[in-house]
C-alpha cells in the first residue's frame, strides 16, 4: 500500500478551505488543476510509498516515539498561494501559522524515527502547506493567478492537531482517496488506535 504520515485538519477549518478552494474554482474555471476533495485535506509529514501490509506494524511503533513526545500543536490556515510560483503554479496550496516550528520538529522526529526502517525523509526541507490541487497544464493559468494573488492574505481558521495519523492512499481514476491506517496521539500515554 502507499502510505503517508500527516496530522489532520479540523471540520470547521476543512470547511473554509473547501470555500476558498471553490472561489478559486470559480474564478478560474478553466484553470487545469485536478482539485483535492475537502475530506481529503491533511498536512503531510513524511511520504513513504510503497509499504507491505506486513511492515505496518513496524511503522506505527516508529511512529509512537515522535507521537508521544509531541505536545497536541496549534495551527492555523493562512494565506493562498502556490508553488513553485503563482505565475508558475503546480501545486495550489493553503499556507500554515500557528505552532509551525513545531510542526516541523515533529515532520523531523517522524523522519529520523522511519530512517531506520528504510523510509528516507524528504531531500527538501519541510514546508508546511495544505495542498488544494495539482496544476495538470499551463491552460487558464493567469485567472488562478490573479485569484491566488487576492487570496494571499485570507485566514482561514484555526484548530488544534491532536495526532499523528498513518494514512493509505489508494488511486482510482478520480485520484487518491486517503484512508487512516492508525491514528497516534500526541502525548505521553497515547496508544495507537486503529
Known amino acids: 500500500m502507499r502510505c503517508f504520515v500527516a496530522v ?3 471540520p470547521d477549518v476543512r470547511a473554509a478551505l473547501g470555500a476558498a478552494q471553490a472561489e478559486l474554482r470559480a474564478a478560474a474555471r478553466r484553470a487545469d488543476v485536478r482539485w483535492a476533495e475537502p475530506a481529503q485535506f491533511h498536512v503531510t509529514l513524511q511520504f513513504l510509498g510503497a509499504v507491505s501490509d506486513e511492515r505496518v506494524p513496524e511503522v506505527v511503533a516508529a511512529l509512537g516515539e515522535p507521537a508521544r513526545h ?4 496549534a495551527l492555523a490556515a493562512d494565506g493562498l ?20 516550528a513545531a510542526l516541523a520538529r515533529l515532520a ?3 523522519g529520523r524515527a522511519l530512517a531506520p526502517l ?18 495538470r497544464s499551463p491552460r487558464g493559468i493567469g485567472r488562478l493567478a490573479t ?24 488511486l482510482r ?15 505521553a500515554g ?5
Open 81 to 100: 498561494g502556490a508553488f513553485p510560483s503563482v505565475r508558475r503554479p503546480r501545486v495550489v496550496w493553503a499556507g500554515m501559522g500557528g505552532d509551525v
Open 108 to 110: 523531523g522526529a517522524v
Open 70 to 73: 509531541a505536545a497536541p500543536i
Open 190 to 194: 497515547g496508544a495507537p488506535r486503529r
Open 147 to 170: 485569484a491566488l494573488e487576492a487570496a494571499r492574505d485570507v485566514a482561514l481558521g484555526t484548530w488544534t492537531a491532536p495526532e499523528v495519523v498513518l494514512y493509505q492512499s489508494r
Open 8 to 10: 489532520d485538519v479540523s
Open 118 to 135: 528504510g523510509f528516507e525523509p524528504e531531500a527538501r526541507g519541510f514546508h508546511a502547506h495544505l495542498t488544494l490541487g495539482r496544476v
Open 173 to 187: 481514476p478520480t485520484g487518491a482517496v486517503y484512508e487512516a491506517v492508525a491514528r497516534l496521539p500526541m502525548g
